[in-house]
């Protein structure tokens, strides 16, 4: 440990203030460091000089500051990023303290051996007295001092901390570096104590009967440990694929949605797909429920091509869309990404399934690109795959209708014959712009999507 | 010689205590050579880090030797945009990564090996390394010509650079490294690292673009495995240890606490293309229909990956004025990002009006604007 003695006898400050932490295994080249200090009670501003970074360096160039003035660090912390002949720098604090001035941008060149950040190291008025003693002691720190001995090593943060709730430092363990108190300290010093100060249960006083009973085990007495919550609220901007989401999403509640939900029986669709999982396996393809959702959807909009349609903004006009550009949501790390199928009216079950394995592929890589996810005339949502059985979708402008799959569940149903049989349901639900779409339309198309789905082998009518 | 880590006891406990420790077998005197089993940047940068957070280096060097899938690494305060070409590396699949060291932009495959020296900062000496490397490629090739120069490059024949260094300086520790052409695909190279971007104004460090050569070209022996093997024997006799590689694995927590986290942190938006220092573009594109061609120009303001400010401007009858600022408003607060725009230009073109002709217009616009991300 290096120890430099300040004798300013003239002012009241500290006779054994230890100015540089010194680290038992670190050698550094220069022997003094001058420090100047303000004669002021408030703190000490120390120069922190840049030190000799090796090989000669004389300059190097300040890249990035991850302080400010004002800020509070911790010996240890890194205070900036400096570049030099292809050698990256990380300049460290020597001292704890807060940031009072720094003396070079961003992009500025940085002498060594000069000034290079002002640190305001604590008052030790603060530092060592006993929070919960009145001002009037304070005039006596340099006898506690002394009587005391050694002095408690904490953050300003930390001593913030053991000040609200009255704890005096000097009895709070340190566990950090050189008997350093942390905040972890703190709270666990608080958690013993609190069995000393919550008073003692009432229940001993008015229940004398309970003591005939010796054998009786007291229950003890759960003690509530006062929790120090420390966060805080946190405001930020909405950037991003979040403010996409609020422009798409402000755009749609424009148009008056209305909701229709169902179930659909799937029994014969699992069974269906587990017999067809492994021959698309064998071409190299995952086969999941969407793309019989999907061509199903087709389908219905072939017979209620309304719902495949476009209105322009005023609602004058009318689109009917030729191709069914059907969109599935995404959810990827980023967010909700809606990539379509083109033109699922002439693609196969295969085909639509080729091309989903090729959307996920892009999206959880977020390499989808433009061509992706616009164009798309009619979306559907898989929530099941995440959870639900309802929901109440917004439908993404310009299309006119969306459905949102709820998840798939095994539950009791009865047959024709009035037996109880193992049913796997799935629930649907349906929003459309009621604008142009009317609930029995909606309905219509559903019980035609349904029925597609509830008996797989009627889409092979259909097959071109 | 390679061995598979069977020491992993001595590994842990020489990074649990920050002490040298005395009287541990072979290993742990003197020095460590390591070689890493794994093909990824992140994972292979996150060990750098590890050692030189975690171990003591107190008379114990380390070399680590590791090669890359292909990737592109840029410099701590480099910037990417002005570096590659971030979408012809989208397309073939090769990563972009950042390190921590200064330095200038790599290309990195697994002809191309990675060494860093490891040592205490006084025991910092870039030139020292790269004699012992020299000396390595003249015991097996002794007429190869190579020489370092003044800018830490090895020049083979003193004219093709074959190795570019970087370095990171800690509070107690350093590290020093290099990269070393074997077989590197020098067609992907040179087109993997020539920016397409126009009109950047930055204060990044810029790289030197020299020209390049594989040892292999010059001596069909000098394959990755030979050279490999060369240094390490090298940096053994020079440290006077035990010559064998030790085979770690980077993914491997329970040797290396903590490294999944750090590479984690090296694969964040924010470390990659948040770190750049900021920068403005300030350029003018093309839009070409229907056999007429309008100039589009559009200035960015970019702060920590961020756009700051933007202002896009095309001759007034092209689109209306509003429908431009209503763009460069909504880049504002958004990530310098490819897909990030394609999502929010998708988004406003659903709020686009019907009009078939202002709807392409509209989005030939937005194509093009994603051009400089």
């Not at chain 2, 790269?130 to 020049?155: E, F, G």
Request: one cysteine or more; a positive charge; glycine letters at 6%.
């Amino acid at each position: 440990m290096h120890l430099i003695q300040m004798c300013s006898s003239a002012h009241v400050v500290k006779p054994k203030y230890t100015c540089l932490f010194g680290y038992s295994s670190f050698k550094f080249n220069h022997p003094h460091r001058l420090l100047r200090t303000t004669s002021s009670v408030n703190g000490q501003i120390i120069q922190f000089k840049l030190s000799d970074i090796g090989e000669g360096i004389t300059e190097v160039t300040v890249k990035e500051w991850y302080v400010k003035e004002g800020d509070t660090v911790s010996q240890f912390d890194s205070i900036c990023e400096v570049q030099s002949d292809k050698a990256s720098v990380t300049i460290t604090s020597r001292y704890d303290g807060i940031i009072r001035k720094l003396y070079y941008a961003v992009d500025q060149i940085a002498l060594v051996g000069k000034p290079l950040v002002d640190i305001e190291t604590e008052a030790l008025k603060d530092s060592e007295e006993d929070v919960v003693e009145t001002p009037a002691v304070f005039h006596d720190e340099h006898t506690h001092q002394e009587i005391k001995g050694h002095k408690t090593l904490a953050t300003p943060a930390v001593r913030r901390l053991a000040m609200e709730n009255n704890i005096k430092l000097s009895e709070v363990v340190g566990t950090g570096k050189d008997g350093r108190i942390l905040k972890e300290d703190i709270l666990n010093y608080l958690a013993k104590q609190t069995g000393a100060i919550l008073p003692p249960s009432p229940k001993s006083e008015i229940m004398p009967p309970l003591q005939k009973t010796e054998t009786v085990q007291p229950v003890p007495v759960p003690v509530l440990k006062p929790k120090a919550f420390t966060g805080k609220d946190r405001t930020e901007p909405i950037t991003g694929f979040e403010k996409t989401m609020v422009k798409t999403m402000t755009v749609a509640l424009k148009i008056p949605h209305f909701g229709y939900c169902d179930e659909v029986d799937l029994t014969q669709l699992v069974k269906l797909r587990e017999e067809l999982k492994p021959i698309a396996l064998a071409r190299g393809i995952k086969l999941s429920f969407m793309p019989f959702f999907l061509k199903a959807a087709s389908l219905g909009l072939m017979q209620f091509p309304i719902l495949n349609a476009s209105v322009d903004e005023n609602c004058q006009n009318i689109t009917y869309k030729a191709s069914h550009n059907i969109g599935i949501a995404m959810d990827t790390k980023q967010g909700l990404i809606v990539p379509n199928v083109k033109n699922v009216q002439l693609c196969s079950v295969f085909e639509i399934a080729i091309e989903l394995n090729r959307l996920q592929k892009l999206g959880s890589t977020n390499q989808l690109g433009t061509a992706d996810i616009t164009g798309g005339t009619f979306t559907l949502s898989n929530i099941g795959s995440i959870g639900g059985t309802y929901a109440k979708p917004v439908i993404l402008p310009p299309e006119v209708a969306i459905g949102a799959l709820g998840a798939i569940k095994a539950v009791p149903r009865f047959n024709e014959k009035g037996e109880v049989i193992k049913a796997q349901i799935m629930n649907v639900s349906w929003s459309a712009d009621h604008r142009i779409i009317d609930g029995a339309t909606m309905a219509r198309f559903s019980n035609l999507w349904k029925s597609y789905l509830e008996n797989p082998a009627s889409m092979l009518l259909e097959l071109k | 010689m390679l061995i598979p880590f069977s020491m992993k006891n001595c590994f842990q406990l020489l990074y649990n205590l920050k002490v040298p420790i005395a009287g541990l077998k072979n290993a742990a005197k003197g020095g460590l050579i390591l070689q890493s089993t794994s093909n990824n940047i992140y994972q292979n940068l996150a060990v750098e880090d590890w050692i030189h957070d975690h171990m003591n280096l107190e008379g114990k060097p380390i070399l680590f030797l590791w090669r890359n899938s292909p990737t592109v690494v840029i410099g701590r305060h480099q910037n990417p945009w002005q570096e590659c070409n971030l979408n012809l590396m989208r397309e073939k699949g090769i990563k972009l990564a950042r390190r921590r060291s200064g330095g200038g932009t790599v290309y990195h495959d697994m002809g191309n090996i990675n060494l860093t020296f490891f040592t205490t900062k006084t025991k910092y000496n870039r030139m020292e390394n790269l004699k012992l490397v020299i000396r390595a490629l003249n015991a097996v090739q002794p007429q190869l010509d190579v020489q370092a120069t003044d800018r830490l490059d090895l020049l083979l024949e003193g004219q093709f650079k074959i190795s570019g260094t970087a370095s990171k300086i800690g509070r107690t520790a350093a590290y020093h490294h290099c990269t070393l052409l074997c077989s590197t695909d020098r067609i992907a190279l040179s087109s993997v690292l020539k920016s397409p971007y126009h009109g950047i104004k930055s204060n990044a460090t810029p790289s030197v673009p020299s020209l390049v050569k594989n040892l292999l070209e010059n001596n069909n022996t000098l394959t990755c495995e030979v050279l490999m093997e060369s240094i390490a024997t090298e940096f053994a006799a020079y440290h006077q240890i035990d010559s064998n590689s030790i085979l770690i694995s980077p993914s491997d927590e329970t040797m290396f606490p903590g490294i999944k986290r750090k590479a984690e942190e090296l694969q964040t938006w924010e470390w990659i293309y948040g770190k750049t220092p900021k920068f403005s573009v300030n350029t003018s594109l093309n839009l070409l229909r229907e056999q007429s061609c309008s100039e589009m120009k559009i200035y960015v303001d970019v702060k920590n990956g961020r756009i700051e400010d933007c202002n896009i401007d095309a001759p007034g009858h092209w689109l209306p004025k509003e429908m431009l600022d209503k763009l460069s408003t909504s880049f504002i607060g958004n990530k310098f990002c490819h897909s990030e725009a394609t999502m929010l230009l998708n988004a406003l073109l659903r709020t686009c009006p019907k009009d078939h002709e202002l709807y392409s217009k509209w989005h030939l616009l937005c194509e093009k604007v994603k051009t400089i991300m």
